[in-house]
Antibody
Framework: EAQLVESGGGLVPPGGSLRVSCTAS????????MNWVRQAPGKGLEWVSYISRRSSAKLYAESVKGRFTITRDDAENSVVLQMDSLRAEDTAVYYCARARGEYVLDFWGQGTLVTVSA | DIQMTQSPSSLSASVGDRVTITCRAS??????LAWYQQKPGKAPKLLVYDGSRLESGVPSRFSGSGSGTDYSLTISSLQPEDFATYYCQQYYRSRTFGQGTKVEIK
C-alpha cells in the first residue's frame, strides 16, 4: 500500500530555516514526480514546489522562489523541502503529493505543521 | 500566473440534490484541470483529472466537464459523505489551485 509520511515540522522564528521531509513507501518512488502543497490555517490549498523524476526540472511558486529549495533522494525514497528566510505567512500544514504523469496529484501524505512565530 | 476562480465559495444542499461547482481560469488550460475533495483534518483526495476523467475508485455520481477556461464538477445526487471542500487545480502552466468551495448540509 502506498504511503507518504511527512516529518520535520515545528515552530521556527521569522527569518529562520526549517527542513521538512517526505518518505515514500509501497510504490516505485523514482518513477514519480513529487510536489509540496501547503495550507495555511483555515485557508485553501497553495501549490509550493515540484520536482521531476531524476531531478531534471524544479518549479516553485512565486511566493517561495529564492527562499525554498526542493530536492529528492531516490535511494532513500524521500523528497525534502528546505525552507529559508521564513515568514509568518509561511505558517501552514505542508503536504507532499505524488504526481502521476508529472502533473496529477494522485496521492498525498497527511501533512506536517510549520509555524513561523517569535 | 494562471488564476483559478471557483464559484460559489460555499453552498448549502440536501442529501439527494444535484450540485455543480464551477472553476474559471484566467486563460485557457486545455483540459489540464483536476478536482480534489478535502474533508476537515484530512489530506485532499483526487476526484477528476484531465477535465473529465474520473479517478479510479471515485463514485460515478461525480463528473467533470468543460473546456477552454470554464470547467465544472457535478455531483448528481449528494450523499452524506460528500459534504466537504472541493478545489480545482490547473496544471497547464505551473500549478494553481482555486480558492475552494465548501459544500455544507442544508
Amino acid at each position: 500500500e502506498a504511503q507518504l509520511v511527512e516529518s520535520g515540522g515545528g515552530l521556527v522564528p521569522p527569518g529562520g530555516s526549517l527542513r521538512v521531509s517526505c518518505t515514500a513507501s509501497g510504490f516505485q518512488f523514482s518513477s514519480y514526480a513529487m510536489n509540496w502543497v501547503r495550507q495555511a490555517p483555515g485557508k485553501g490549498l497553495e501549490w509550493v514546489s515540484y520536482i521531476s523524476r531524476r531531478s531534471s526540472a524544479k518549479l516553485y511558486a512565486e511566493s517561495v522562489k529564492g527562499r525554498f529549495t526542493i530536492t529528492r533522494d531516490d535511494a532513500e525514497n524521500s523528497v525534502v523541502l528546505q525552507m529559508d528566510s521564513l515568514r509568518a505567512e509561511d505558517t501552514a500544514v505542508y503536504y507532499c503529493a505524488r504526481a502521476r504523469g508529472e502533473y496529477v496529484l494522485d496521492f498525498w501524505g497527511q501533512g506536517t505543521l510549520v509555524t513561523v512565530s517569535a | 500566473d494562471i488564476q483559478m476562480t471557483q464559484s460559489p465559495s460555499s453552498l448549502s444542499a440536501s442529501v439527494g440534490d444535484r450540485v455543480t461547482i464551477t472553476c474559471r481560469a484566467s486563460q485557457g488550460v486545455f483540459n489540464s484541470l483536476a478536482w480534489y475533495q478535502q474533508k476537515p483534518g484530512k489530506a485532499p483526495k483526487l476526484l477528476v483529472y484531465d477535465g473529465s476523467r474520473l479517478e479510479s475508485g471515485v463514485p460515478s455520481r461525480f463528473s467533470g466537464s468543460g473546456s477552454g477556461t470554464d470547467y465544472s464538477l457535478t455531483i448528481s445526487s449528494l450523499q452524506p459523505e460528500d459534504f466537504a471542500t472541493y478545489y480545482c487545480q490547473q496544471y497547464y502552466r505551473s500549478r494553481t489551485f482555486g480558492q475552494g468551495t465548501k459544500v455544507e448540509i442544508k
